[in-house]
């Protein structure tokens, strides 16, 4: 492995970090598109955040990136 355990860790939570937030805003209606309001909610409250589904999407998107900077670091660099 061309870095260490503990950089590749932390190489990987921060790239998972940043595609999840890339990955947060995908698909959410807010309650205010979708019409249904909830009372004492903020109308851009999301109606069904998918949190699951986004966590498996961010994860297999930063594996992949991961693995993309690992080759660059090992065959690029």
Known sequence: MPVSVP???????????VVLFAV????????????DF???????????????????WTTAIAIVVFGL???AVSYLG
């Open 69 to 71: 900077v690992i080759f």
């Open 7 to 17: 950089l590749a860790i932390a190489l990987f939570l921060t790239i998972w970090f």
């Open 24 to 35: 947060l805003p995908f698909g959410v209606r807010s309650q205010h598109e979708s019409g």
């Open 38 to 56: 909830l009372t004492g909610t903020d109308p851009g409250a999301p109606v069904a955040p998918r949190i699951l589904n986004k966590i498996l």
